[in-house]
């Protein structure tokens, strides 16, 4: 198989997880993957591995800080140096704060990380994954956001304060980061639709990885009473969103376990996907980076 004839996936996330093993899994049915990672050293042994998993070795690793909007684009730019197209993009990226850290552009680093970082990358990489449709099969080139039952849990985001630094709590910005990935995956399947980009988000449980590692002592304490999945059954749904034919045939759904969940209410409320989608690219305005 030529490198031409590869298909492409983008997996940010990668150097842990549930990102490492959705990488390792299209490495081995001979996708080329471009890999992203946040740390230097896990972001190395991670690309050592699914590099091992790949029956091409068409791997790369990108270390860069998707809370940081110059540092995202920078990765974009690196991605469009790379390769003429993307298939898959999995917005896997994430992390659960145990407090407000601000990033050197101003925002919080877990809703920006979360939220901000891969609607920024998905907008940058629009123009490849709209060159992969030129010939690939239908519904076939995919934008996939990783979620959480999270998003479920709260009535929705304050669109004019989206970070609410003044009034910050770990689990309102975690949960409002989870509810955009699904607003987001839902907003990107009606504007994509006319270009052949399929948009879905997924809860992909509550796995058995260093997810946690930075949470409170009364979260971890809570997270610790849960039943966890290993890290390769919570990539499951993700490596089944990137390849199976059925996630294809439809746009902006919410999946757990392979199958539909029932998501958050406002996934159905286009007028305010629509302003969230303004809101959102005002935030990331506020670092000086447009979409």
Not at 21 to 40: F, H, Y
Not at 71 to 80: G, K, L, V
Not at 137 to 162: F, K, Q, Y
Request: proline share 3%; glycine share 8%.
């Amino acid at each position: 198989m030529s490198v031409n004839d590869q298909r492409v996936a983008v997996v940010t996330g990668a150097s842990s997880g549930i990102g490492k093993e959705t990488a390792k899994a299209l490495a081995a049915q001979g996708w080329r993957v471009i890999a992203q990672g946040r740390n230097a050293q896990r972001s190395a042994a991670a690309e050592a591995e699914i590099r091992a998993a790949s029956v091409i070795g068409e791997v790369s690793m990108i270390v860069a800080d998707l809370s940081l909007m110059a540092d995202t684009a920078r990765m974009a730019d690196e991605i469009a140096g790379m390769i003429d197209r993307v298939d898959v993009l999995v917005n896997n990226a994430g992390s659960m704060a145990g407090e407000l850290v601000l990033t050197s552009e101003g925002f919080d680093a877990n809703f920006a990380g979360n939220h901000l970082g891969p609607f920024l990358l998905t907008h940058r990489l629009l123009p490849l994954l709209r060159n992969a449709v030129k010939n690939a099969p239908a519904g076939s080139v995919r934008i996939i956001n990783t979620s959480s039952d999270a998003s479920e849990m709260i009535p929705g985001i304050d669109l004019d304060d989206m970070q609410k630094l003044d009034d910050w709590t770990a689990g309102g910005a975690y949960c409002g980061s989870k509810l955009a990935n699904v607003l987001f995956a839902k907003a990107l399947a009606e504007r994509l639709a006319d270009d052949g980009i399929v948009a879905h988000s997924v809860h992909p449980g509550t796995v058995d990885s260093n997810f946690f590692a930075d949470v409170s002592p009364e979260t971890k304490a809570y997270t610790d009473t849960l039943d966890k999945m290993s890290e390769a059954d919570g990539a499951e749904t993700l490596i089944w969103l990137a390849t199976a034919e059925e996630p294809g045939r439809t746009s902006g759904g919410y999946w757990y376990q392979c199958a539909p969940r029932k998501p958050n209410p406002l996934i159905d409320d286009a007028d305010y996907i629509a302003r969230f989608m303004v809101a959102s690219e005002r935030e990331v305005a506020k670092s000086g980076i447009t979409v």
